[in-house]
Nanobody
């Protein structure tokens, strides 16, 4: 199983980034996917999750209205569009997959993890 994130980087406050996570080694179309983040010295935080078909999504309170999770089952890829970025969004962002079709907000419910991609929001 592999989850490979990309798209992180340095962006100014108010800017946008799109993260991608390409999956392989499991049945992506039957798996709920999630994004989590972790800043230095802080606990892992739920960002967003999406069900197997892409029609159901859930967001953390701190990103609602600014971030959008989506997936392309034909490409085995999940995305996180991040708009109106704030300095407090600075963190390592991780993609995660579940052996289940239903999304979850708790990181312990996920079975596979990517290596993470760094997002830094700073002027």
């Amino acid at each position: 199983v592999q989850l490979v994130e990309s798209g992180g980087g340095l962006v100014q406050p108010g800017g946008s980034l799109r993260l991608s996570c390409e999956a392989s080694g499991f049945t992506f179309s039957s798996s709920a996917m999630g994004w989590f983040r972790q800043a230095p010295g802080k606990e892992r935080e739920f960002v967003a999750a999406i069900g197997w078909g892409g029609g159901s999504t859930t967001y953390g309170d701190s990103v609602k209205g600014r971030f959008t999770i989506s997936r392309d089952n034909a490409r085995n890829t999940v995305y996180l569009q991040m708009n109106s970025l704030k300095p407090e969004d600075t963190a390592a962002y991780y993609c995660a997959a579940r052996n289940s079709i239903t999304r979850q907000i708790t990181w312990t419910k996920y079975d596979y993890w990517g290596q993470g991609t760094q997002v830094t929001v700073s002027s």
